[in-house]
C-alpha cells in the first residue's frame, strides 16, 4: 500500500519557522516528483514547491514563497522536506504532497495534509 504522510505542521506566529515533512512507503521513491500543495478555505488548491525525481536537482517554487521556503529530500529516508521561513498569515493553509509523474503534470497518490497556522 502506498502511503505519504506529512507531518510538522502546527501554529506559529508571523515570522517564524516550521518544516513539513513528507514521508513515502510503499513506492519507489526516486521514481516520483514531489510536490507541495496548499489549500486555504474557500479557495482553491495551489501549487507551493516541487522537487524533480532522480537525482532531485531541480526544485521549483511558487511566486508566492520564493525566497522563503525551501524543499530538500533525503531519498534514503524516502523524505522530503519543505522550510518555511518567515511565514505569514496568508500561508494559512492545509498542506499536501503528492507524488507525481514530473513537476507540473499529474499526480498518482496523496497525502492527508497537515495543517499550518500563521497567526498575525
Known amino acids: 500500500e502506498v502511503q505519504l504522510v506529512e507531518s510538522g505542521g502546527g501554529l506559529v506566529q508571523a515570522g517564524e519557522s516550521l518544516r513539513l515533512s513528507c514521508a513515502a512507503s510503499g513506492l519507489t521513491f526516486d521514481d516520483y516528483a514531489i510536490g507541495w500543495f496548499r489549500q486555504a478555505p474557500g479557495k482553491e488548491r495551489e501549487g507551493v514547491s516541487c522537487i524533480s525525481s532522480g537525482a532531485r536537482s531541480t526544485h521549483i517554487y511558487a511566486d508566492s514563497v520564493k525566497g522563503r521556503f525551501t524543499i530538500s529530500s533525503d531519498n534514503a529516508k524516502n523524505t522530503v522536506y519543505l522550510q518555511m521561513n518567515s511565514l505569514k498569515p496568508e500561508d494559512t493553509a492545509i498542506y499536501y504532497c503528492?507524488?507525481?509523474?514530473?513537476?507540473?503534470?499529474?499526480?498518482?497518490?496523496w497525502g492527508q495534509g497537515t495543517q499550518v497556522t500563521v497567526s498575525s
Open positions: 503528492a507524488a507525481l509523474f514530473r513537476c507540473g503534470s499529474y499526480s498518482y497518490y
